[in-house]
């Protein structure tokens, strides 16, 4: 969207609502998403238009993007399946996910999503999908971030996207993040612009943030533009 008043007053807002945790108001079926709105709606419009039968999750927290993911293919109607993966899946979350309705579209793996036996296993759970989608939300570090991208980039069949999540921290103060390992300068859009030099299967698709406004993942919706 082609208004630089609007973008500055887009940018202003969403600072501030990220110092009052607004992803954190939202549930999906039930479930806390930790998610903006309208980047539920723009992996809505991803999810509809590419249609996958695998959709690959790293980073499962509570679980509401599994059961978003999930509700979506249920939707569609066909056998897709979502993969979550985490470090840490806490046990009261895994109780509340694997008894949700949409559990029967779900399965989990807990390890490092950079661990070579966790991607092993992902890449065998993916085997003869013919429409794969792929999401990473884990731990936002640029060389965590580097490695997902560079373990998990190969699923992603040509027409589909790799969305890589909370970019906008390189666009946040130099201090929003005292206590995490991440911040300006070390966070997922560094390492997307860092993959993006050498991996020519992706692009950026601008058009969705562009529409957006308002979204945690700008430079993060890559569309798969090669086999």
């Given at each position: 969207?082609?208004?630089?008043?609007?973008q500055?007053?887009?940018?202003?807002?969403?600072?501030?609502?990220?110092?009052?945790k607004?992803?954190?108001?939202?549930?999906w079926?039930?479930?806390?998403i930790?998610?903006?709105?309208q980047?539920?709606?723009?992996m809505q419009?991803?999810i509809?238009?590419?249609?996958?039968?695998?959709i690959?999750d790293?980073?499962?927290?509570?679980g509401?993007?599994l059961?978003?993911?999930?509700?979506?293919l249920?939707l569609?109607?066909?056998?897709?399946?979502?993969?979550?993966i985490?470090?840490?899946i806490?046990?009261?979350?895994?109780?509340?996910i694997?008894?949700?309705?949409m559990?029967?579209?779900?399965?989990?793996?807990?390890?490092?999503?950079?661990?070579?036996?966790?991607a092993?296993?992902?890449?065998?759970?993916?085997?003869?999908?013919?429409?794969?989608?792929v999401?990473?939300?884990?731990?936002?570090?640029?060389?965590h971030?580097?490695?997902?991208?560079?373990?998990?980039?190969?699923l992603?069949?040509?027409?589909?996207?790799?969305v890589?999540?909370?970019?906008?921290?390189?666009?946040?103060?130099?201090?929003?993040?005292?206590?995490?390992?991440?911040?300006?300068?070390?966070?997922?859009k560094?390492?997307?612009w860092?993959?993006?030099?050498?991996?020519?299967?992706f692009?950026i698709?601008?058009?969705?943030?562009s529409?957006l406004?308002?979204?945690?993942?700008?430079?993060?919706?890559?569309?798969?533009?090669?086999?």
């Amino acid at each position: 969207m082609e208004n630089d008043n609007l973008q500055l007053l887009t940018q202003k807002w969403f600072v501030d609502s990220c110092k009052q945790k607004y992803s954190y108001n939202f549930t999906w079926m039930g479930r806390p998403i930790i998610q903006y709105p309208q980047d539920i709606v723009a992996m809505q419009e991803i999810i509809w238009q590419i249609q996958p039968d695998l959709i690959v999750d790293t980073g499962i927290a509570h679980g509401g993007s599994l059961v978003f993911y999930a509700s979506m293919l249920e939707l569609i109607g066909n056998n897709g399946q979502v993969l979550g993966i985490d470090i840490d899946i806490r046990s009261h979350n895994r109780v509340e996910i694997e008894k949700h309705p949409m559990y029967k579209r779900i399965s989990m793996i807990e390890g490092s999503s950079i661990d070579e036996k966790v991607a092993a296993a992902v890449y065998e759970f993916a085997k003869g999908k013919q429409r794969i989608l792929v999401t990473l939300d884990s731990n936002h570090t640029h060389d965590h971030v580097l490695r997902e991208l560079e373990l998990y980039s190969p699923l992603v069949t040509k027409g589909s996207y790799l969305v890589v999540f909370d970019t906008a921290v390189e666009d946040l103060p130099d201090d929003f993040f005292p206590d995490r390992p991440w911040g300006k300068g070390n966070n997922p859009k560094t390492a997307v612009w860092e993959f993006l030099k050498t991996n020519e299967r992706f692009e950026i698709d601008r058009s969705i943030e562009s529409k957006l406004l308002i979204t945690v993942a700008p430079d993060g919706y890559l569309k798969c533009i090669k086999d």
